[in-house]
């Protein structure tokens, strides 16, 4: 029987295996045991996951429920630190997640993308760098807050964290005036606003945050939103 010091390497090796169903079991494992846990962030950094995660994410024949766990074990990764973070986006995962979160995606896995997408532009060196992938993401995030709007289930506590997430995203790119002008001149004025009224306090504090991203040093902005 496996130590529980060997168990972890098993599971690295165990995610080249060509067998879908043993790289699945071996995320899962991976993914339940980091979550939560500094120390197991650690270890499996140190026995080299990120490059193993990047590249099932890299594939396009990757199975759904592979990048579900590959996803979030991203996002959980991403959280580690800095150093972490840009490391796996040095890795190609930034392109594969927005990848995941287009049109006729499997919604676990899109929301898990927007997780992971929200971890990593937490981190400044990240945001500041995410200049040729902001004119894709920003319709996108804004498309979730129109489709919410138009649902019938917008007061459903799941939507309104679908829609915080998207809000948190749209703030993070706020970085630059040349990408607050971006965000503003697709509309995301208008959608924001109303987002204020719900009565969810985490969402109208992320639609704050977003607003003051999107007016930070930006008079014209700034003029904007107080007409």
Do not use: W
Not at 97 to 115: C, F, H, K, N, Y
Not at 155 to 172: D, G, P, S
Request: proline fraction near 3%; charge should be negative; aromatic fraction near 4%.
């Amino acid at each position: 029987m496996a130590t529980t010091q060997q168990q972890p390497v098993q599971h690295i090796q165990q995610l080249q295996s060509t067998n879908p169903v043993e790289v699945y079991s071996a995320l899962r494992t991976i993914k339940n045991a980091i979550i939560g846990s500094n120390a197991k962030k650690t270890l499996y950094y140190q026995l080299q996951i990120i490059p193993h995660v990047s590249s099932l994410l890299a594939l396009d024949d990757t199975d759904v429920q592979i990048r579900v766990q590959a996803t979030t074990i991203v996002s959980s990764l991403a959280h580690k630190g800095e150093d972490v973070a840009q490391q796996l986006v040095d890795g190609g995962v930034m392109e594969a997640l927005i990848g995941q979160v287009m049109p006729g995606t499997d919604a676990a896995l899109m929301e898990a993308s927007e997780r992971a997408l929200n971890a990593l532009l937490g981190y400044k060196g990240i945001r500041m760098g995410a200049e040729e992938h902001t004119h894709t993401m920003v319709p996108y995030l804004l498309s979730i807050i129109t489709e919410a709007k138009e649902s019938s289930r917008m007061f459903e506590m799941r939507m309104h964290a679908r829609v915080e997430l998207a809000v948190l995203i749209l703030e993070k790119l706020c970085v630059t005036e040349a990408r607050q002008f971006t965000v503003a001149n697709t509309g995301a004025m208008d959608l924001l606003a109303p987002l204020l009224q719900r009565g969810y306090p985490r969402l109208q504090v992320a639609t704050l945050r977003a607003f003051a991203a999107l007016s930070y040093e930006n008079m014209e902005i700034s003029r904007a939103l107080a007409t």
